[in-house]
Every structure is written in structure tokens, then in C-alpha cells.
Nanobody
Framework: QVQLVESGGGLVQAGGSLRLSCAAS????????MGWYRQTPGNQRELVAT???????GYGNSVKGRFTISRNIAKSTVDLQMISLEPEDTASYYC??????????????WGQGTQVTVSS
């Protein structure tokens, strides 16, 4: 059974920092592309950051220079360090995993989401 469990969301003032963490199980974590997306009510889910199997990160334009994604292969976790938070960063943040299973089929899984609220 695949599980992606996010933690670390909360309320923070503008300019502050938060660190989100996603613990993955049931997937070949070392081969998966892990990512963080966010969504606000009425809007589509937006890419925040991804990190591939060799550790190469990618970021959405709105978070470049402020957010850092990292992964711990041994713990099967992917973290998102967020600094200089802005009210516009307020959203539900979702952990995402993409890859291929042992049968050669592609998969994509989502966590349940964690709320980040940035007050002005």
C-alpha cells in the first residue's frame, strides 16, 4: 500500500519559515520523482518543486530562491524548506510521487495535503 504522509504545515507570519516533510512508503523511493504542489480553493494545483532520482531539483517560478527541496533516500522522505514566506504562499501543499512500478507501468500518487497559512 502506497502512503505519502505530509507534516509540518501551519500558520506563520510573512517573512517567516516553515519546513514540510513527506514520508513515503510502498514505492521504490530511490527511483521515484518526488515533488511538492500547492492548491488554493478554486484554482488548479500548481507545481512548487520536484526532485528526481539523482537529486536534481526543479522549482516553480514563484518560489525560486525561497524554497529548497531535498530528499533522504535512507528515510524515504522529501522535505521542502520554505523561507521568506509571503501571504501568496498560503495554500494546501501536497506531496507527489511519480515513477514506474516493477511491472513497467507508470504511477502517480498524492498525499492528503497539509495547510500552510501565511499572515500579513
Amino acid at each position: 500500500q502506497v502512503q505519502l504522509v505530509e507534516s509540518g504545515g501551519g500558520l506563520v507570519q510573512a517573512g517567516g519559515s516553515l519546513r514540510l516533510s513527506c514520508a513515503a512508503s510502498g514505492i521504490d523511493f530511490g527511483r521515484a520523482v518526488m515533488g511538492w504542489y500547492r492548491q488554493t480553493p478554486g484554482n488548479q494545483r500548481e507545481l512548487v518543486a520536484t526532485i528526481n532520482s539523482v537529486g536534481t531539483p526543479g522549482y516553480g517560478n514563484s518560489v525560486k530562491g525561497r524554497f529548497t527541496i531535498s530528499r533522504n533516500i535512507a528515510k524515504s522522505t522529501v522535505d521542502l524548506q520554505m523561507i521568506s514566506l509571503e501571504p501568496e504562499d498560503t495554500a494546501s501543499y501536497y506531496c507527489n510521487a511519480k515513477g514506474m512500478n516493477i511491472y513497467g507501468r507508470g504511477y502517480e500518487y498524492w498525499g492528503q495535503g497539509t495547510q500552510v497559512t501565511v499572515s500579513s
